[in-house]
């Protein structure tokens, strides 16, 4: 999804009583072709956000992608060959049966909600890509992290995407501050896009630390943040 400033855009709907569950059906309804467009349109489909994260992926052993969607991440992860065991885990039951045919005994799909989501493995690095953590209120974001920490291994980190906080998807129906609502194929999608310090913020909390934040901008010129979030060594 490319972006627009949200100053251009002062409307958007008052009620701010959606949570994560209400997004459910918007995955599960849109089309795969819809879900590729938008990593298209957004300048992702072919890695770039990997590619600047590649010095934290290529010596991992184990590899977890939280919302997998229609598998842009695992395909570019299979093509660079890394050596880890790659898990993913996605709550939509038409996508995970698209990636457990697209990525038969190589990969393991797990369906289920990241909320719900428990194992006694950890990981040593941790995909949220595509800015999904935008899909969960500001209240929900500091639990869903806290649920992912707990996956860390020792030296393990959280690599984190989102869009830049003062812009918004360009196919977004309203904005107001960092919050917006998507409308696409009959389907609403709302979103919070977390600052810099929130995402610091959330990290003091559950006492790992920002071990870098990247701005960059995809081919198609939206801009947006990778996270770098890892345990702090006591």
Known sequence: MTKTSIKH?????????????????FYENISKEANRENSILGGLEEGCDLTLAHNYLVNANSILEIGAGYGRVLYCLKQRKYKA???????????CKI???RFFNTIEIIECDIKNFTTNKQYDAILWLFSGIS??????????LK????????KGVIILDTFSPDLKPANALHAKAQSYLIHLENNKLHGYI????????????????LLECIPYETDTQSKRYLYILGKIEL
């Open 99 to 101: 990636l457990k045919e």
């Open 9 to 25: 855009h002062a409307s958007i709907s008052e009620d701010n009583s959606w949570s994560n569950k209400d997004n459910a059906a």
């Open 147 to 154: 649920k992912i920490a707990l996956l860390l291994t020792r």
């Open 194 to 209: 977390p600052s810099r310090e929130e995402i610091i913020e959330y990290a003091q909390k559950l006492n790992i630390t």
């Open 85 to 95: 065991t790659i898990t993913a885990v996605e709550r939509s039951q038409k996508l």
């Open 135 to 144: 899909d969960f209120t500001q209240e929900e974001q500091l639990y869903v």
